[in-house]
């Protein structure tokens, strides 16, 4: 059965772990953190979590 799947093969996040001490630049990962960050200037953004029930509340504030 294990020789079904293949072998796991050393990501980028793995040698970053293996090797803290030397300055590594990711470009797929500086890409998705440029993109995220002008999606949010654009107000494209995932919306920010809810800290408390108060604020879950969908039905909690009155329509103009």
Do not use: C, N, W
């Not at 980028?12 to 999606?39: H, M, N, W």
């Amino acid at each position: 059965m294990a020789a079904y799947y293949p072998r796991r093969v050393a990501r980028f996040a793995d040698l970053q772990k293996a090797y803290p001490g030397f300055e590594t630049y990711d470009d797929f990962e500086e890409d998705r953190v440029e993109s995220v960050a002008i999606a949010k200037s654009r107000g494209k953004g995932a919306p920010k979590k809810k800290r408390t029930a108060a604020e879950s509340k969908k039905f909690g504030k009155k329509k103009r």
